[in-house]
Each structure stands twice: as C-alpha cells, then as structure tokens.
Antibody, heavy 121, light 107 residues
Framework: QVQLVESGGGLVKPGGSLRLSCAAS????????MSWIRQAPGKGLEWVSY????????NFADSVKGRITISRDNAKNSLYLQMNSLRAEDTAVYYC??????????????WGQGTLVTVSS | EIVLTQSPDFQSVTPKEKVTITCRAS??????LHWYQQKPDQSPKLLIK???QSFSGVPSRFSGSGSGTDFTLTINSLEAEDAATYYC?????????FGQGTKLEIK
C-alpha cells in the first residue's frame, strides 16, 4: 500500500535551516508529482511546493519563495524540502503528499503523517 | 490566487442526519475541486476528487457535486466516526488553495 513517511522536523531558531525528508513506498515514486503542504497549529492547510516526477518543474508558495528548495531522489524514493531563513510563521506540521502523474493540477490522494517544525528562540 | 470559502465553519449534528457543506470559489474552476477529511491528530484523507468522483475505499454516504464556482459535499446518514474537519481544495490555479475548513461535531 502507498506509504509516505516524513522526518527531519524539530525545533530551530529564527533564521535557521532544516531539511525535511519524505520516504515513499508502495508505488512507482518516479511516476508522480509530489508536494509539501503545511498546517500551522490549529489552522488550515497551506500548499507549500511541488516538484514534477523528473524534477523538471518546481513551484513554490509566495510565502516561502526564495527560502525553500524542493528536490527528490527517485533512486531512493525520497522527497526533500530544504528550508532556510526560517521564521516563526513557518511553524507548522509539514506533510508530503502524492499528486498526479502528468500534471501538478490534481488532487493529493495520499498524505504522510506529518513532521512538526517549530521555529522559536 | 483563487480563494475558496466554505460554509458553515462549524456544525453540530446528530447521527443519521444528512449534512451539507458548501465551497464557493472566487472564480470558475470547472470541476477541479476536491474534498478531504481530517480527524484530530491525523493527516487529511481524500474523499472526493474532481467535484463528484469518490476516492477508493470511501463510504458511499459521502458524495460531491457542483461545477464552476459552487460545490457541495454531502454526508448522508452521518455516523459518529465522521466527526472531523472537512476541507475543499482547488487544483486548477497556482497556488493550489484550500478552503478554511468546516468542523463537524457529533452530538
């Protein structure tokens, strides 16, 4: 069955960096667009970034543009989110989610359990 | 950015009741509207894709309808396990956006 397992969250000071990982299994990872979506404590869902199946295309929310890089290693069935210049407002649970096979314009059919990032001094 | 507005924000309902949640888009999105269920301390789960297509394994009491700017999620004969927050999501425009959520409480 499809499994997505995030890791790498934790407590980081403002201005610091963190790298999140998502390990995928149960499907052909290299066929799918993947996204990161976050949820601040007690708040709703915010799409953060996506990457195409072959890494040719990426896109970012304006709130993180210039501070975040998304990447993937299809040989390792892994997705990554490098977060720099972190701010208090980046505090959230970060989910990786599976998108479509041909386009970014699809639903997210499977989600990981999330990893909590806390930005605080 | 396409804004999705859900109503109501909160609803307290009794088991076996029929529930309707609406999602209105700030511009036409065709049928690129999806619904998710998030139970406390869990990740979201896809219920309905492209306005009316049920996702695999989702109980038949969940259904969706609509197109353009107005969409509806209906839960027939509500069960206690349906207590959750429900989100709509549009995938036609960038950034991909979500509604603010509708929290369902079971009396």
């Amino acid at each position: 069955q499809v499994q997505l397992v995030e890791s790498g969250g934790g407590l980081v000071k403002p201005g610091g960096s963190l790298r999140l990982s998502c390990a995928a299994s149960g499907f052909t990872f290299s066929d799918y667009y993947m996204s990161w979506i976050r949820q601040a404590p007690g708040k709703g869902l915010e799409w953060v970034s996506y990457i195409s199946s072959s890494s040719s295309y990426t896109n970012f929310a304006d709130s993180v543009k210039g501070r975040i890089t998304i990447s993937r290693d299809n040989a390792k069935n892994s997705l990554y989110l490098q977060m720099n210049s972190l701010r208090a407002e980046d505090t959230a649970v970060y989910y990786c989610a599976r998108g479509g096979t041909y386009s970014s314009s699809t639903n997210f059919d499977y989600w990981g359990q999330g990893t909590l990032v806390t930005v605080s001094s | 950015e396409i804004v999705l507005t859900q109503s109501p924000d909160f609803q307290s309902v009794t088991p076996k009741e029929k529930v309707t949640i609406t999602c209105r888009a700030s511009q036409s999105i065709g049928s690129s509207l999806h619904w998710y269920q998030q139970k406390p301390d869990q990740s979201p789960k896809l219920l309905i894709k492209y306005a009316s297509q049920s996702f695999s394994g989702v109980p038949s009491r969940f259904s969706g309808s609509g197109s353009g700017t107005d969409f509806t999620l209906t839960i027939n004969s509500l069960e206690a396990e349906d207590a959750a927050t429900y989100y709509c999501h549009q995938s036609v425009g960038l950034p991909s956006t979500f509604g603010q959520g509708t929290k369902l409480e079971i009396k």
